[in-house]
């Protein structure tokens, strides 16, 4: 909210004639600036949320391909291992 404030000052110089000087002031509120920063604010800590977000992503589908990768040596082996029973059983036809 604008502030205006207007001081009159009269004063009687020394010839007798009197002399009035007006002051006026006008000063405006900082809320603009002030929401302007916040705003700022809010979009900088959002768009470090969003980059986080995505980090997060790629880390949990680098752990699953890991995870499946992992499985796949497993299977594998084993079934390398039923192979080479299976060939002491029937003694290696």
Excluded: C, W, Y
């Amino acid at each position: 909210m604008a502030e205006e404030r207007i001081t009159e000052t009269t004063v009687t110089d020394h010839a007798g004639q009197p002399h009035t000087t007006v002051v006026e002031r006008r000063s405006g509120g900082g809320g603009g600036l002030l929401i302007g920063l916040a705003l700022l604010i809010a979009v900088i800590v959002g768009a470090f949320f969003l980059m986080n977000q995505s980090r997060n992503d790629a880390v949990k589908t680098d752990a699953i391909a890991g995870a499946a990768d992992a499985v796949s040596d497993g299977a594998t082996k084993v079934g390398d291992a039923a192979e080479k029973a299976g060939d002491a059983v029937t003694g290696g036809e």
